[in-house]
T-cell receptor, first 114, second 112 residues
Framework: DGGITQSPKYLFRKEGQNVTLSCEQNLNHDAMYWYRQDPGQGLRLIYYSQIVNDFQKGDIAEGYSVSREKKESFPLTVTSAQKNPTAFYLC?????????????FGQGTRLTVV | GQQLNQSPQSMFIQEGEDVSMNCTSSSIFNTWLWYKQDPGEGPVLLIALYKAGELTSNGRLTAQFGITRKDSFLNISASIPSDVGIYFCAGQLEEYGNKLVFGAGTILRVKS
């Protein structure tokens, strides 16, 4: 089945550690996105990529890093520099064309710093 | 920062009521999308709008792309308990290519 898969669903991290969240899609989408959601809040864009080996910072990129070595994969690393990393992280993908940007989301990863 | 104003922030529904929410902006959008998110899950796409003035339905849901391309509304008719959740609007900004901007969401709750 075509879709977008995030793993793991739940992740615990000790303070000071980096952690990488996985996002894989088999929809043949060019564009991929990472969003952060805090309780009762909307979605804030961390990074997005419209093509392999290229990505742009979103509104809250500090303390995060990404890579886009393959079309299917867009992993997000939450570094120790992110001061408040506990949140729900959502990955999405879409066709990269103007006017047709139906983004589809994964099930999310809930990261908790302990 | 956010460039979409979504309202209301939250609302209570009684089964059978019609519900309406909207998003406005000072920017021009190419695309408007409406999503629903259940607790602990990713948002699910409900309706996509691509042309100014376009009116699209999906079952009990109806959404419209504003003529000025700066706003959109979503209506839910004859609401049922499973309609509760968070509804987000999202738009593709003309000046930002494919970048999607999200509203802060409308929380739909059931009156007890």
């Amino acid at each position: 089945d075509g879709g977008i898969t995030q793993s793991p669903k739940y992740l615990f991290r000790k303070e000071g550690q980096n952690v990488t969240l996985s996002c894989e899609q088999n929809l043949n989408h060019d564009a991929m996105y990472w969003y952060r959601q805090d309780p009762g809040q909307g979605l804030r864009l961390i990074y997005y990529s419209q093509i392999v080996n290229d990505f742009q910072k979103g509104d809250i990129a500090e303390g995060y890093s990404v890579s886009r070595e393959k079309k299917e994969s867009f992993p997000l690393t939450v570094t120790s520099a992110q001061k408040n990393p506990t949140a729900f992280y959502l990955c999405a993908s879409s066709i990269a064309s103007r006017g047709r940007t139906e983004a589809f989301f994964g099930q999310g990863t809930r990261l908790t710093v302990v | 920062g956010q460039q979409l104003n979504q309202s209301p922030q939250s609302m209570f529904i009684q089964e059978g009521e019609d519900v309406s929410m909207n998003c406005t902006s000072s920017s021009i959008f190419n695309t408007w999308l409406w999503y629903k998110q259940d607790p602990g899950e990713g948002p699910v796409l409900l309706i996509a709008l691509y042309k100014a003035g376009e009116l699209t339905s999906n079952g009990r849901l109806t959404a419209q792309f504003g003529i000025t391309r700066k706003d959109s509304f979503l209506n839910i008719s004859a609401s049922i308990p499973s309609d509760v959740g968070i509804y987000f609007c999202a738009g593709q900004l003309e000046e930002y290519g494919n970048k999607l901007v999200f509203g802060a969401g409308t929380i739909l709750r059931v009156k007890s």
